[in-house]
């Protein structure tokens, strides 16, 4: 892509769960949109696992806890989206290495208007 990246974001609280080689684990963020226009989520990859899928944790008739695939998410203008536990997260499937608390990793956002933002995600 030709062209500036004006990430007009502000992104925080960003952590990951602790997983194991070949297991699954979540990523966590509150998506600060500074600009008034909304952005589309539609994408999410990392090279610590073999896909990135973007879920949403809700209870089902029973209780039980269940989750299922997003395709996308919309970032309000002059608003916030939460990836907190119990909610919407990043689902990191097949992990190619151990994630302890205090590793980092990187993982790559995409968004319809403001393109590719790359963050740095730290271990809990
Ligand atoms: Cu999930």
Excluded at 77 to 103: A, C, D, T
């Amino acid at each position: 892509m030709i062209g500036f990246l004006i990430a007009s974001f502000d992104i925080v609280g960003i952590w990951a769960r602790p997983g194991i080689k070949g297991g699954n684990s979540a990523v966590y963020m509150i998506i600060k949109n500074n600009d008034t226009l909304p952005d589309t989520l539609y994408k999410a990859e990392s090279e610590i696992c073999k896909k990135v899928e973007i879920h949403k944790s809700y209870e089902d008739k029973r209780g039980r806890i269940r989750m299922k695939k997003v395709g996308f998410v919309v970032i309000p203008p002059k608003g916030e989206f939460r990836f907190e536990p119990g909610s919407y997260h990043f689902m990191l499937i097949k992990l190619k290495r151990y994630l302890r608390g205090g590793k980092r990793f990187k993982m790559s956002l995409y968004f319809k208007r403001n393109g590719k933002v790359d963050i740095d995600v730290e271990v809990k």
